[in-house]
């Protein structure tokens, strides 16, 4: 959800400060796709800019589209009636 409010940029904060954008137009999923940073100790594994990736580029396109907040919300339960792994930690 916070993903998205920055993204959108239903935040204060700019999503940029703490994400990059993937530049590699092919894509899989949607046009959002975000890139991890290399992560150098086990500690930031564990902040919140790391952990929320992977999900988030796992989303379709449908799902980052979304217009409003409770829109996301929306496709989001529909995923995980559907697709319960989604929201697993691996």
Same mark, same amino acid.
């Given at each position: 959800?916070?993903?998205?409010? !920055?993204?959108?940029?239903?935040?204060?904060?700019?999503?940029?400060? #703490? /994400?990059? =954008?993937?530049?590699? *137009?092919?894509?899989? +999923?949607?046009?959002?796709?975000? !890139?991890?940073?290399?992560?150098?100790?086990?500690?930031?594994?564990? #902040? /919140?800019? =790391?952990?929320?990736? *992977?999900?988030?580029? +796992?989303?379709?396109?449908?799902?980052?589209?979304?217009?409003?907040?409770?829109?996301?919300?929306?496709?989001?339960?529909?995923?995980?009636?559907?697709?319960?792994?989604?929201?697993?930690?691996?």
């Amino acid at each position: 959800m916070e993903l998205f409010k !920055l993204v959108k940029g239903f935040s204060s904060t700019h999503w940029n400060e #703490f /994400f990059y =954008q993937s530049e590699n *137009n092919v894509t899989r +999923g949607h046009s959002w796709k975000l !890139l991890k940073n290399h992560c150098h100790c086990e500690a930031r594994l564990l #902040f /919140f800019s =790391q952990r929320v990736i *992977n999900r988030w580029n +796992g989303l379709s396109q449908e799902d980052v589209d979304a217009t409003s907040v409770n829109a996301f919300k929306g496709r989001l339960e529909r995923r995980r009636r559907h697709q319960v792994d989604f929201f697993k930690d691996e």
